[in-house]
């Protein structure tokens, strides 16, 4: 058979060619050689079992693509859809928004994604980076994944995923999550929706509802990274189509044609004021894919 065709005769899509900034959440980024959108999990392991490690990517709202583009093989999860709920449990696929499995929780009377339910991005890339808001981790709610581990389809229990601050197991080693299911427990669901609502007002009061890619650095020593870059005096710094938000200086936004370079660029800048100014090397959050030169 043809290279692909049983990626395609299993039900997913493949695209040659296609502009990252088409489908990135901070629409930017060159080429991608191959772009295979799986519909579910069957043609998601398919597609697995079919590429040359490929990167997976889910709603990119943490992910930079260069600008150069990127060679090789790319699956897109934003179509591995699904959810079920059985008891106080939740079972989403890694192509699910966070967002809509917090309300689906807040809907059948299951707390403890309450202050989740503002992250952007698929169920897939939450867990696998351990995404977090307001003192809450995924990582406390996740009970198992199902995941594709060396060819095989395996569950992994919370412990197994060896959990950090944004990190985990599931990343270190390439672990590809198909699905993860959470475990909850029940509460008024009024107390829940209202809970909800002061979380979700209280990130649109402190962070910009503009293109980024969320918090650009993880917290140092306990500190966020925002108090060290607005002390540089980088609030509304521009590179290029970007700039460090005037409303919260850990993110960077898009205002208008940006590049990839360009938020790279404004990173750096960044990274070596706070280096210059009080000894300290800020870790990006964000991920970079493909080739950036600096």
């Known amino acids: ?14 695209c040659y060619n296609k502009l990252a900034k088409e489908f990135t959440y901070i629409k930017t980024g060159g ?3 191959t772009l295979i959108l799986p519909t579910n999990i069957d043609n998601f392991v398919v597609a697995l079992n079919n590429t040359t490690d490929p990167i997976i990517f889910g709603g990119t709202t943490n992910s930079l693509i260069s600008d150069n583009g990127i060679e090789g093989e790319v699956i897109l999860t934003t179509n591995v859809k699904g ?3 059985c008891g106080n449990t939740i079972t989403a696929n890694a192509g699910e928004m966070l967002s809509k499995v917090c309300n689906i929780a807040k809907d059948n009377g299951l707390t403890g ?14 867990v696998n980076m351990n995404a977090g808001a307001y003192g809450q981790f995924i990582s406390d709610v996740l009970y198992s994944i199902t995941a594709f581990v060396d060819g095989k389809i395996v569950t992994l229990s919370n412990n197994e995923c060896g959990f950090g601050y944004r990190t985990s197991g599931i990343a ?15 509460k008024n669901q009024i107390l829940i929706s209202n809970d909800m609502k002061y979380y979700k007002n209280k990130r649109r009061e402190s962070q910009p509802n503009d293109l980024s890619l969320g918090s650009v650095f993880k917290k140092h020593q306990n ?42 660029d404004l990173v750096k800048i960044c990274q070596n004021n706070v280096y210059d100014k009080y000894n300290i090397q800020l870790e990006r959050e964000v991920k970079y894919f493909g080739e950036f030169i600096f």
């Open 31 to 33: 080429k991608v050689d």
């Open 83 to 85: 959810i079920t709920v």
């Open 223 to 264: 500190i966020g990274a925002g108090y060290y870059i607005e002390n540089c005096g980088l609030k509304g710094k521009t590179c290029g189509g970007c700039k460090v938000s005037e409303k919260h200086a850990n993110f960077i936004i898009n205002i208008g044609d940006a590049t990839s370079n360009d938020y790279a």
């Open 113 to 126: 994604m309450e202050q989740l339910s503002g992250i952007p991005g698929t169920v897939g890339g939450a």
């Open 1 to 14: 058979m043809k290279m692909y065709d049983l990626i395609i005769a299993s039900g997913a899509t493949i």
């Open 172 to 186: 270190q080693n390439k672990i590809v999550v198909l699905s993860a299911t959470f475990k909850l427990k029940e």
